[in-house]
């Protein structure tokens, strides 16, 4: 689908959305300023426990965007969770997790949107990765579609077929492994297998926005991408995000309908 949704919020001017704090690690959750692959929290990390990144920032990259079978093409979004640093009170906190989302537009004229993900070493297993990939689709669509641009209709992972904590978080976000979204890239005389994950957005955001509220209790899906924009609901009334997508046209529920069943044939 390549219209606006039909249905918008009511929104009025703002400037910034309220801090959201993660009730099962403590950590605050921002929109960041920036959406860059700087990774703070792997500096000084070495190693095995560095090439963690390689699916975010590895040598091959540029091999690998070669071979995804899509291409980005709109503003990427970068949502961070934050925890202080040991210190005297009121010290800086730091970014010890991120979550991207990217619309992409695949080679077939399909818009989705691509997640990526890390977590430094000592904050893996906390569930970060997870909430932040909810989250950061939530806020790259409600970004889409407040700013009236095309609306993604698919979510895309992929990771190596090797590293098993990036499967691993693929796995819990619940996105079924697609066939036609895997690749392999050459490296060094042989060949790097890469897995891939694609679902329909909705599917992805019915069962991921219930997971992210849950663990952050004051989150509206979208208000820290409408905030960016200047915009906010009025007091008291939600984004609803999901309306959004159940607003959509008729057309658009028919492609979404299709796109499932071939993402979970495999095809």
């Not at 961070?80 to 695949?106: E, M, N, Q, Y």
């Amino acid at each position: 689908m390549d219209e606006p949704l039909v249905r918008r919020p009511s929104i009025r001017g703002t400037t910034s959305a309220p801090p959201l704090a993660d009730r099962a690690t403590g950590a605050s959750v921002v929109l960041a300023p920036f959406a860059t692959f700087d990774l703070p929290f792997a500096r000084g990390e070495v190693g095995a426990g560095r090439s963690a990144y390689d699916d975010l920032i590895g040598p091959n990259i540029g091999a690998v965007m070669a071979r995804v079978g899509w291409r980005y093409g709109g503003s990427m979004t970068r949502v961070d969770a934050l925890l202080p640093l040991a210190g005297p009170a009121g010290s800086h906190s730091r970014i010890v997790a991120s979550g991207w989302a990217g619309p992409v537009r695949a080679k077939n004229g399909t818009l989705g949107i691509n997640v990526s993900y890390g977590v430094g070493a000592a904050h893996r297993g906390a569930g970060l990765a997870r909430l932040l990939a909810y989250c950061a689709v939530a806020e790259c669509l409600a970004h889409q579609a407040l700013a009236g641009l095309p609306i993604p209709t698919f979510v895309n992972i992929q990771a190596r077929s090797t590293n098993g904590a990036s499967l691993g978080v693929a796995r819990s976000l619940g996105v079924p492994a697609c066939e036609s979204a895997a690749f392999a890239v050459p490296a060094s005389g042989e060949w790097i297998d890469y897995v891939g994950f694609r679902e329909p957005i909705q599917e992805f955001l019915a069962r991921g926005l219930a997971h992210a509220k849950a663990r952050l209790p004051d989150y509206d899906p979208g208000s820290l991408a409408a905030a960016r924009l200047g915009l906010v609901s009025e007091l008291g009334a939600d984004l609803d995000l999901l309306g959004w997508l159940e607003d959509s046209t008729f057309d658009a529920e028919m492609d979404a309908d299709h796109e499932s069943e071939r993402f979970h044939s495999g095809g």
